[in-house]
């Protein structure tokens, strides 16, 4: 039986980010995806690519938040010049609406925003509406997640990724403290280093191995609203609720946060609220009708801090999960510490804040719900 050098288990954005860094690092890769690839959490996400109120999450979700930002436009750029499919990275800026009383949120924008009285919030989103005040965010950019995961699809076969669909990771392998391979399927397959980046379904695996994870499903529900090209230009939060223009006029209004465990039906409540929540923040868009409705599994964790870390006693395992809701956001960071962690190599990024020995103390406390 041969033993591959390097297996990810997920086909999420963190895990095909992670085949990516492995493969470009010269590793022959195998990726193993419980349902079609992508087709998660990850195509479901909005896109934007910032935590959506910065000041409410620990510096280590602003470190990965960061370095991901910063990676985006290069890596959208490449994977639109070698596969041809545009992940459509769009640098649209962020509108806030509302006033925040937070004085850490206050301290936040005068480093990165923009405060906007009714007029200038006119001239920024013209003819849209807008009263009151806001914030605006202008080097807030989004990318269109579905695009993404199909352009990361396309890049891993480019790199000779073997990528396995329908194979579902039922548990681990092990020679004394040593990893020794999955068994998929029902089948073995030998492994000697894998990475688990598995979103909401690690928790319930690791669990089984003695670790575990404060990492459970959280369902979000979006719908999009058909507009013209060209009808929204930012992006727009208010309190919970946030509409994301795409190029071709679809905006799309998010989310729900709903503790429903594994399943992850839509549900006619939901979307009553979300279209009331958009006509709310932007009353031109009752003119337009709903085109889809779905929902995605987010894998919640205390403080939406991701845990990216060695097993602590199986040797040649390392964990990448629990992003919450800022898996797009972070993925790049995030896929990037997890294969030099698997690779033995230095990062840039300290790994001390995602260790996975925080578990223990994390187990009580629930999730950043806000």
């Given at each position: 039986?041969r033993?591959h050098?390097?297996?990810?288990?997920g086909?999420?954005?963190?895990?095909?980010?992670?085949?990516?860094e492995?493969?470009?690092a010269?590793?022959?890769?195998?990726?193993?995806?419980q349902?079609?690839?992508?087709?998660?959490?990850?195509?479901?996400?909005?896109?934007?690519?910032?935590?959506?109120?910065?000041?409410r999450?620990?510096d280590?979700?602003?470190?990965?938040?960061?370095a991901?930002?910063?990676?985006?436009?290069?890596?959208?750029?490449?994977?639109?010049?070698?596969?041809?499919?545009?992940?459509?990275?769009?640098?649209?800026?962020?509108?806030?609406?509302?006033d925040?009383?937070?004085?850490?949120?206050?301290?936040?924008?005068?480093?990165?925003?923009?405060?906007l009285?009714?007029?200038?919030?006119?001239?920024?989103?013209?003819?849209?509406?807008?009263?009151?005040?806001?914030?605006?965010?202008?080097?807030?950019?989004?990318?269109?997640?579905?695009?993404l995961?199909?352009?990361?699809?396309?890049?891993?076969?480019?790199?000779?990724?073997?990528?396995?669909?329908q194979?579902?990771?039922e548990?681990?392998t092990?020679?004394?403290?040593?990893?020794?391979?999955?068994m998929?399927?029902?089948?073995?397959?030998?492994?000697?280093?894998?990475?688990?980046?598995?979103?909401?379904?690690s928790?319930p695996?690791l669990?089984?191995?003695?670790?575990?994870?404060p990492?459970?499903?959280?369902?979000?529900?979006?719908?999009v609203i058909?507009t013209p090209?060209?009808?929204?230009?930012?992006?727009?939060l208010?309190?919970?609720?946030?509409?994301?223009?795409?190029?071709?006029?679809a905006?799309l209004?998010?989310?729900?946060?709903?503790n429903?465990?594994?399943?992850?039906?839509?549900?006619?409540?939901?979307?009553?609220d979300l279209?009331?929540?958009?006509?709310?923040?932007?009353?031109?868009?009752?003119?337009?009708?709903v085109?889809h409705?779905?929902a995605?599994?987010?894998?919640?964790?205390?403080h939406?801090?991701?845990?990216?870390g060695?097993?602590?006693?199986?040797?040649g395992?390392?964990?990448?999960?629990?992003?919450?809701?800022?898996?797009?956001?972070?993925?790049?960071?995030?896929?990037?510490?997890?294969?030099?962690?698997?690779?033995?190599?230095?990062?840039?990024?300290?790994?001390?804040?995602?260790?996975?020995d925080?578990?223990s103390g994390?187990?009580?406390?629930?999730?950043?719900?806000k």
């Amino acid at each position: 039986m041969r033993t591959h050098p390097y297996v990810v288990v997920g086909g999420g954005v963190i895990g095909l980010l992670t085949a990516r860094e492995l493969a470009m690092a010269g590793c022959e890769v195998r990726v193993f995806e419980q349902g079609a690839l992508g087709r998660e959490a990850s195509w479901a996400a909005g896109g934007i690519l910032s935590p959506l109120h910065p000041w409410r999450y620990p510096d280590a979700v602003t470190a990965l938040a960061q370095a991901s930002m910063a990676a985006y436009p290069a890596l959208c750029e490449g994977l639109a010049r070698t596969t041809g499919i545009d992940p459509e990275w769009t640098p649209s800026g962020l509108m806030r609406l509302g006033d925040d009383e937070i004085p850490e949120a206050r301290r936040w924008a005068e480093r990165f925003a923009v405060p906007l009285e009714p007029r200038e919030l006119a001239a920024v989103c013209p003819g849209r509406g807008l009263g009151g005040q806001g914030l605006w965010m202008p080097s807030i950019a989004q990318v269109r997640s579905p695009r993404l995961m199909r352009a990361l699809g396309a890049e891993l076969r480019r790199l000779s990724v073997t990528i396995h669909e329908q194979a579902t990771v039922e548990g681990l392998t092990r020679q004394g403290e040593r990893l020794t391979g999955l068994m998929v399927n029902g089948e073995a397959v030998a492994a000697s280093r894998a990475v688990l980046c598995a979103g909401a379904w690690s928790g319930p695996l690791l669990g089984r191995y003695g670790l575990p994870l404060p990492v459970r499903p959280m369902r979000g529900q979006m719908i999009v609203i058909q507009t013209p090209p060209g009808f929204l230009k930012p992006m727009i939060l208010q309190g919970a609720r946030y509409l994301v223009p795409r190029r071709d006029g679809a905006v799309l209004v998010g989310s729900t946060m709903e503790n429903a465990g594994f399943a992850k039906e839509t549900t006619a409540a939901a979307r009553d609220d979300l279209v009331a929540a958009a006509h709310a923040i932007l009353p031109e868009l009752a003119a337009y009708p709903v085109t889809h409705h779905w929902a995605g599994l987010r894998p919640s964790s205390p403080h939406g801090v991701p845990y990216i870390g060695e097993h602590p006693e199986i040797r040649g395992l390392v964990v990448n999960t629990g992003h919450f809701r800022n898996g797009i956001v972070l993925a790049p960071a995030s896929a990037r510490l997890g294969a030099d962690l698997a690779l033995g190599r230095d990062s840039p990024l300290d790994p001390a804040p995602y260790g996975l020995d925080r578990a223990s103390g994390d187990a009580g406390e629930g999730a950043v719900l806000k």
